[in-house]
């Protein structure tokens, strides 16, 4: 797949269009509609994005996104799309309606052989455009809208599934993500803490931008195995403010520090707590790894 981050002209594409953030169940529906066309027709496909969520243009405030652009590239690729285009939102783009995005964006440099899109996509000024408008500009290309998605009777969606993920509800929002929500980063060397303890641990840079899950003991997948991840103040051992992510590989001692791994977030097991003593936490710690054998 190739990405670009700015207009070039690429013509007779099946263009698929949304922010994509998570790149969930129902995403994966509105990018393969758009891949099989491309296939099944004798063409290419794109995604049609942007590096930032509009509201970061439109409020000044970014949401706290599901996955990092790197990851989204990635899940993104792994559908089969042959370019990605990560546009920058600004004025000029802000600033067009419906009638002038249509035209001077997606016309003039993609002239598309078919769009697809989610029910409820939106784009042009005062979210002008819409599933209805594509629909009545069907002569100029094939039009697909892809409908609601859901598990149990529920739609769907990066907000619902940033929700769970506040809550801690982890299985049920990778059940609508379709895979584990993860953390990839440098391990980095901390106090050395879960050494001392007898649990040692890799420690990674929680991503400021990454919706926040609550403090808490998590089951986990990394990169070299199942382990247990603390996310939080440890307040036993530590009086530190900042949060860490301490993650305990089961049945591995390598040195690590410096590798870049990937924390896969399984289910909730506990959330953060102070114990009375060192030896209560290690009794604890002990239990959530049996829990999870």
């Known amino acids: 797949m190739?990405?670009?981050?700015?207009?070039?002209?690429?013509?007779?594409?099946?263009?698929?269009?949304?922010?994509?953030?998570?790149?969930?169940?129902?995403?994966?529906?509105?990018?393969?509609?758009?891949?099989?066309?491309?296939?099944?027709?004798?063409?290419?496909?794109?995604?049609?994005t942007f590096k930032d969520h509009p509201c970061c243009y439109f409020y000044g405030v970014c949401p706290k996104y599901i996955l990092s652009?790197?990851?989204?590239?990635?899940?993104?690729?792994?559908?089969?799309?042959?370019?990605?285009?990560?546009?920058?939102?600004n004025e000029t783009l802000a600033g067009l309606s419906a009638e002038e995005y249509l035209k001077n964006i997606l016309i003039k440099y993609f002239s598309p052989?078919?769009?697809?899109?989610?029910?409820?996509?939106?784009?042009?000024?005062?979210?002008?455009?819409?599933?209805?408008?594509?629909?009545?500009?069907?002569?100029?290309?094939k039009y697909f809208e892809i409908p609601p998605q859901k598990i149990n009777n529920e739609i769907i969606s990066s907000t619902a599934i940033r929700n769970y993920l506040n809550k801690g509800e982890i299985a049920k929002a990778n059940e609508m993500l379709g895979k584990n929500f993860s953390i990839s980063g440098k391990v980095i060397e901390g106090q050395k803490l879960g050494r001392k303890l007898g649990f040692r641990t890799a420690n990674l840079i929680y991503p400021v931008e990454i919706v926040d899950i609550p403090f808490g003991v998590y089951e986990?997948?990394?990169?070299?195995?199942?382990g247990i991840t603390?996310?939080?103040?440890?307040?036993?051992?530590?009086?530190?403010?900042?949060?860490?992510?301490?993650?305990?590989?089961?049945?591995f001692d390598k040195d690590i520090y410096g590798k870049t791994i990937k924390v896969e977030f399984l289910r909730?097991?506990?959330?953060?707590?102070?114990?009375n003593s060192v030896n209560e936490l290690k009794k604890q710690i002990q239990s959530d790894i049996k829990s999870v054998i």
């Open 2 to 48: 190739q990405v670009f981050y700015e207009l070039t002209e690429n013509k007779n594409l099946a263009l698929a269009l949304g922010y994509f953030d998570g790149v969930h169940l129902g995403h994966q529906k509105v990018i393969k509609s758009a891949v099989d066309y491309a296939q099944n027709n004798g063409k290419k496909s794109a995604v049609i």
């Open 69 to 89: 652009r790197k990851q989204r590239e990635e899940e993104i690729a792994k559908l089969g799309v042959d370019f990605l285009y990560e546009l920058d939102f």
């Open 113 to 141: 052989a078919a769009i697809s899109t989610g029910f409820n996509h939106h784009f042009g000024a005062r979210k002008s455009g819409d599933a209805e408008f594509l629909r009545q500009h069907q002569d100029r290309f």
């Open 220 to 226: 986990v997948q990394t990169t070299y195995g199942k």
């Open 230 to 251: 603390n996310f939080g103040i440890r307040p036993t051992v530590s009086s530190t403010k900042k949060a860490v992510l301490e993650t305990h590989i089961l049945d």
């Open 268 to 275: 909730m097991l506990r959330k953060e707590q102070k114990f």
